[in-house]
């Protein structure tokens, strides 16, 4: 009876351990797949180390919209390319060789730029270049012709603004604030015509002040009656420059009282054709004096006093002298005139 009891209890043992291999087989089984199924290429294939792994998939596939079912295929047109798209770019100034110029490169040009100074602007004949004769007559303008009324005053001697000093003759006139221009007008010959076809010809002595307007010029009773009588008051006028064959001869110099080595002041005096500048030579060069409205270049610490000077016409002509003294209050005469235009 043992001895069967006991074959029964191995034939239900071995019955046991032949059904329990199987399901571990089977339990190992379903491990390995879901093994598989969690690796990230979702058990598509094998990857080789040899071989780039896969992108990822969120490089890969486009994502769904908001809302989309769970399943749902998202149209490739519809989804924006992932891949860089790439551009060539600009080609810098240093790349082509050819650099964009800088504001600063092109000089604004400054007024000594467009206006050059005589010094600078001779030829080899003393006479400057058109582009810088242009500039140099100022208001008054060589061949234009101006309107305006002519007044009169009592010129006494004729000695006026300019400071030329009293006058061979009364043919003289003040020039109005406006067109007097610092005393640019100084020593200008006019030739004045009145509506009734009279003219007569004088010389600038004198400013005519505010309220004089531009283009109005106030004769010496002297020169108004031979326009019209002098109870007219007032007469409508034309005038224009003119560069005259019976100016002096030669020019004179004057240094201003008080001149010396160290401060200076002097004028020209007897020119046929206005002054645009005067320069005196010093050690660094010609150098231009700056103009009062009485009509004398300064030289304010002595440069230049009593050396040579040169002179500029507003026709451009340049005109040099030397041997002119520092004598206060006295005309010099000098062998120059300039030429008749």
């Not at 109870?231 to 064959?245: H, M, N």
Request: hydrophobic letters at 40%; glycine letters at 10%; a neutral charge.
């Amino acid at each position: 009876m043992k001895a069967k009891k006991h074959a029964a209890l191995l034939s239900s043992r071995s019955r046991a351990v032949a059904l329990g291999i199987p399901m571990a087989l089977i339990a190992v089984g379903a491990l390995v797949c879901l093994a598989f199924a969690l690796l990230p290429d979702g058990g598509g294939g094998v990857v080789d180390a040899g071989m780039p792994a896969p992108a990822s998939v969120a490089a890969t596939e486009p994502s769904a919209p908001p809302g989309t079912p769970p399943g749902t295929i998202v149209p490739a047109a519809a989804t924006p390319s992932t891949t860089p798209t790439t551009t060539s770019p600009a080609p810098s100034p240093s790349a082509t060789g050819t650099p964009s110029p800088s504001p600063t490169a092109t000089p604004r040009p400054s007024a000594t730029a467009t206006a050059p100074s005589p010094s600078s602007a001779a030829d080899t004949s003393g006479t400057l270049a058109a582009a810088a004769r242009a500039s140099l007559a100022g208001r008054i303008k060589p061949g234009a012709s101006y309107q305006g009324v002519a007044t009169s005053y009592d010129a006494a001697d004729g000695n006026g603004a300019c400071s030329f000093g009293p006058s061979g003759d009364l043919m003289i006139a003040a020039m109005n604030h406006t067109d007097y221009e610092t005393s640019s007008a100084c020593g200008a010959y006019v030739l004045v015509r009145a509506a009734n076809g009279t003219s007569i010809t004088v010389r600038i002595v004198n400013e005519c002040p505010l309220p004089c307007a531009p283009g109005q010029l106030d004769l010496s009773h002297e020169a108004f009656a031979k326009l019209a009588d002098l109870s007219v008051g007032r007469l409508p006028i034309t005038w224009t420059l003119l560069s005259p064959g019976t100016a002096p001869a030669t020019m004179s110099i004057r240094y201003k009282t008080g001149s010396s080595p160290w401060w200076c002041g002097m004028q020209v005096i007897g020119h046929r054709n206005p002054v645009a500048a005067l320069e005196v030579r010093t050690g660094g060069g010609w150098r231009q004096l700056s103009r009062t409205d009485y009509n004398y270049f300064l030289s304010p610490d002595g440069s230049g006093c009593g050396g040579p000077i040169r002179i500029t016409d507003i026709y451009g002509e340049q005109l040099t002298v030397d041997g002119i003294a520092v004598k206060p209050d006295v005309a010099q005469p000098t062998r120059v005139q300039f030429a008749r235009h």
